[in-house]
């Protein structure tokens, strides 16, 4: 969990099969991913039994090139570790929760 990043990073095959579901995405050199800015896409995170959705207005990072627009998931490395960084996209639509004694973090639906 990453309060200052903006958008969410994971491994390379995941993020592939996600954007292989949406119809018009293209995947860049960098690891970025470009999605139709006229679509929607409805994705969610799930940390022990709980899912959480992303709104298709966050997974849509805003213009890119065309009608094209940024998804708010790109490729990190992971070095064959089930790694992730989670930003802003998924933070703005939850509450947050962060103890550090022991250490922990919360999530609870947005009222």
């Known amino acids: 969990i990453d309060t200052g990043t903006t958008l969410i990073g994971g491994p390379r095959g995941i993020l592939s099969q996600i954007h292989q579901q949406i119809p018009g995405s293209q995947r860049f050199g960098d690891g970025t991913y470009s999605i139709p800015c006229n679509g929607t896409v409805h994705v969610s995170l799930t940390f022990g039994s709980k899912s959480w959705s992303i ?57």
């Not at 990072?61 to 708010?72: D, E, H, K, M, T």
């Not at 790109?74 to 992730?84: D, F, L, P, R, V």
Request: proline fraction near 7%.
């Open 55 to 111: 709104s298709p207005l966050d997974f849509n990072a805003g213009p890119y090139f065309g009608a094209q627009c940024l998804s708010a998931f790109y490729e990190i490395e992971t070095h064959g570790k089930m790694s992730w960084v989670i930003g802003d996209t998924f933070l703005e639509n939850v509450y947050s929760v962060f103890r550090y004694s022991p250490p922990s973090v919360g999530f609870a639906e947005l009222s």
